[in-house]
């Protein structure tokens, strides 16, 4: 069977992924740390999903803010999976016991556009255990 150009040898593979890491910063690096997770649990990667599609995202949590509205109080979490960010936000709520800024998770729930960010309202939520 004749190899092409666009089939590398596994070895070149390996040597070109390893060259890329000794290059790359430690943000690409953890970017594409938190996509291979992601690819693992079956996740669908933050920049393919679509609005109003029913959607599993997985990555870490960047940051969690409250605020303090007179009518509905919200919890909102950005979470980041390597390839984009998507906000999560529950209604009602002030603090959830695990959701804080490093905390790693899945969640799920129909994505919203809002301000042209993408957005689910009320996600379930499973949180991943904590690095050691």
Known sequence: ????????RPEESSVRRLFRRLVASDSELDAEDLQEASARIGATPVDECAR????TVSGRLTSVVYTPRTNLPTLEAELFDGTGTVTLVW?????????????SLSAEGRLAV???RKVIYNPRYTLEPNAS
């Open 91 to 103: 209604l009602g709520r002030r603090r959830i016991p695990g959701i804080e800024p490093g905390r």
């Open 1 to 8: 069977m004749a190899r092409t150009d666009s089939d590398p």
């Open 114 to 116: 809002r301000d042209d």
């Open 52 to 55: 109003g599609g029913r959607v």
